[in-house]
């Protein structure tokens, strides 16, 4: 096998010396190398060394091969070229290896390791020969040490983790092949330090590899990391069953959020990074198989279709109910002497006896119930009306026919009086009677809300799912799984999605939305064919039956599932808003149906109640773009939130009889001076009052909490004011609803306790900060900022001082107690450190003494986010009452989003200078790690020493002393220039 490589040998040498004999001639050292030996020599541009090298590669065992080299002589402007050459591949670095950052910067590496891509074989053992070129033009001798060896734990096994170092020019890549019966696996490379930043890249086994920063992202998938990455990798992928996990660290930490070092701007000069280590864990282990994941997609979708299978034997129950209650009532109504249907004020349920009672102006009682029976039997129920007689629904041919009737036809309030008559007239009063418009005028109100609601969604969600389509396909074709902020630990991927199973737990929302509809048409059907047949039940008894809102109500939580699945098809920080949208108008349209089951006359129309969640919408979007940290923002926010409470409120309690106009003002006025000044009255309608008074506190109460802690999650904050809304509301609909001698029956107590278990469940998931849809679940895949963004951040980056960081640590350390541990070093592990405010709070709690601590620390550190928030703004109430000045005090989100770390160091600078100074036995620590403040030192003067200083002039004023007119020359003459 050696003689068939002599030729090949031959025919390279001859061939660098004819590509190089313009140059002057070469000296070629050739010789033969083993493995895991150092050697050391010298090139320079007259001499090139070659090493030989042969190994056995057999067709069933891996073998992986590691070249080491480390350039001794530091000189600029001649690198010297390793070439590796093998029998399908070629390898070639120089080193000084030079690395490129952002923009453009240089770092510069002596020390570099490459492992070779092993060539396949047919025989099952073959003889590889392999050749190690050194290079240079230096004219001067260059030495450097070069090493081969092989590596023992290059394959990878499933269940075995495997710990190794790497540096951004010793990059590491290892072989794993898929066992037998194994179609999916697991690649999870975690390490104990954030920074610096790496990327771990799935590729398969081709060659060449890439392994460098440069070009890491060619081929594959790939991932940036912190702390923790994870890979999902199937067998269908690579045909050759086996792939490499190539890692490696970057030049920079900017692509995961951390700083950028220090550069000297000289142009052409590389950096030399040094030893930028990283120590790292990989681990293969066996995703789900299909035939569980399988199982799991059909338990998901058999729990919601239980819920149609519980919602049809309901219904089965509740129809044979009432069938059974319909012919105890016929039986019961039919009068033996004259064989008439007769009416029994008992047969509504939930009604009391009328013995004894006319409501209407029947003289003694004399109305007779069989006439008003007996006109409702052949359809004529007009019940003595005058002005606007009822008409019967049964001889209509067509329950939609409404085209002709206008809304702006009916007046809400100024026909009450010419009306009365028609409730005077009526034996019995019924809900359905204080309904003062026409139902088909309602019927049609309402049915736009369902219609408007649809074109919204199909205009609203074609190009949403349009651009999640992009962003997988662009994910799929370039492999950079940065662009979506999955939890990959726990993402399975499905034909061509990344997480199939993220956007199947979104199933529950389109299923039961779908189901909410079905019901709300089956009642709809049942109460048409009721009218129909002239049912007194459906004619009379509760509000006139609309079912508009509430198909609204279906569509908007269909339209959410839809849109949250869009989301998770690639969540980051650009689609967030999709599925928020629909969120927003389901409390809208809650709270507008229940006002409608009260109010069924003067609730909003479909038009202006869309364009107020359409001004919702548009300050959740202005929030998440603006809102981070913006006071004005947050004033303008807070002011318009708090004016439209009162606005609503002044809405809900004159039932819409109050208008704004230009005549408002003279209204309040008069209003103010009549029921408080001239004669001081309660309020007419005390319930509503109640309500009102209680909503716009808690609304107050938000809007102060969103101007003082400035959420950094604004859309969720929006959703919180709607959903606090929300449910106020609805435990005032219950209340009155008790109030009113109404009783709540079983089902609707089922759902709401239900209801209630469910929502603190979520609730409380939702305030644990698992996860957030700003940051990924690494926080490697931040997306970086650009343009003047970038060029800001990075230089609020730059403030930041790691010698300052190691002074503060200790001075925490020491004023606090080892208990408090120690962070790692860099911003991350700062941040990380003091981010919970937990420290801060024990900081600022020794320079008190004992019994006047000023901040409660909790025993167990908070995990919620709102209340590490929370610690952190107790901690800079305490240093300023401490007496650490505003300038020096940094924001919440400076620290809990590392915005700006450097203005965290202020602080505690501040803090610690202000110890020190005070000198009152609570300050531990050497005094010398701080600035001493400067003391007042307050002088007094007696009268006479103050009469004497007025016939001083003061040195400020300027000094007549030593003035000459020397030298002066003649006015007008230009100035004399002398070179």
Known sequence: MFALGLPFLVLWVASVESHLGVLGPKNVSQKDAEFERTYVDEVNSELVNIYTFNHTVTRNRTEGVRVSVNVLNKQKGAPLLFVVRQKEAVVSFQVPLILRGLYQRKYLYQKVERTLCQPPTKNESEVQFFYVDVSTLSPVNTTYQLRVSRMDDFVLRTGEQFTFNTTAAQPQYFKYEFPEGVDSVIVKVTSNKAFPCSVISIQDVLCPVYDLDNNVAFIGMYQTMTKKAAITVQRKDFPSNSFYVVVVVKTEDQACGGSLPFYPFVEDEPVDQGHRQKTLSVLVSQAVTSEAYVGGMLFCLGIFLSFYLLTVLLACWENWRQKKKTLLVAIDRVCPESGHPRVLADSFPGSSSYEGYNYGSFENGSGSTDGLVDSAGTGDLSYGYQDRPFDPVGPRPRLDSMSSVEEDDYDTLTDIDSDKNVIRTKQYLYVADLARKDKRVLRKKYQIYFWNIATIAVFYALPVVQLVITYQTVVNVTGNQDICYYNFLCAHPLGNLSAFNNILSNLGYILLGL??????????????????????????????????????????????????????????????????????????????????????????????????????????????????????????????????????????????????????????????????????????????????????????????YGLIMRPNDFASYLLAIGICNLLLYFAFYIIMKLRSGERIKLIPLLCIVCTSVVWGFALFFFF?????????????NKGPSYGMSREVQSKIEKKYDEELEERLVEWIIVQCGPDVGRPDRGRLGFQVWLKNGVILSKLVNSLYPDGSKPVKVPENPPSMVFKQMEQVAQFLKAAEDYGVTKTDMFQTVDLFEGKDLAAVQRTLMALGSLAVTKNDGHYRGDPNWFMKKAQEHKREFTESQLQEGKHVIGLQMGSNRGASQAGMTGYGRPRQIIS
Not at 648 to 660: F, N
Not at 768 to 780: D, H, I, P, R, V
């Open 768 to 780: 644990q900060g698992l996860s957030t849809w700003q940051l990924s679940c690494n926080m490697a």
């Open 515 to 704: 189901l909410f509809l079905l019901i709300i048409l089956q009642r709809e059907i049942n109460h048409n064919r009721a009218l129909l047949r002239n049912d007194l039940y459906a004619l009379e008894c509760g509000i006139p039956k609309h079912f508009g809102l509430f198909y609204a109500m279906g569509t908007a939580l269909m339209m959410e599932g839809l849109l949250s699945a869009c989301y998770h098809v690639c969540p980051n920080y650009t689609n967030f808003q999709f599925d928020t949208s629909f969120m927003y108008m389901i409390a809208g349209l809650c709270m507008l149906k229940l006002y409608q089951k009260r109010h069924p006359d003067i609730n909003a129309s479909a038009y202006s109640a869309y364009a107020c969640l359409a001004i919702v919408i548009f300050f959740s979007v202005l929030g998440v773009v603006f809102g981070k940290g913006n006071t004005v923002f947050w004033i303008v926010f807070s002011v318009i939130h708090i004016i439209a409470t009162l606005l609503l409120s002044t809405q809900l309690y004159y039932m819409g009889r109050w208008k704004l106009d230009s005549g408002i003002f003279r209204r309040i006025l008069h209003v103010l001076y009549t029921d408080c000044i001239r004669q001081c009255s309660g309020p007419l309608y005390v319930d509503r009052m109640v309500l009102l008074v209680m909503g716009n506190i808690i609304n107050w109460s938000l809007a102060a």
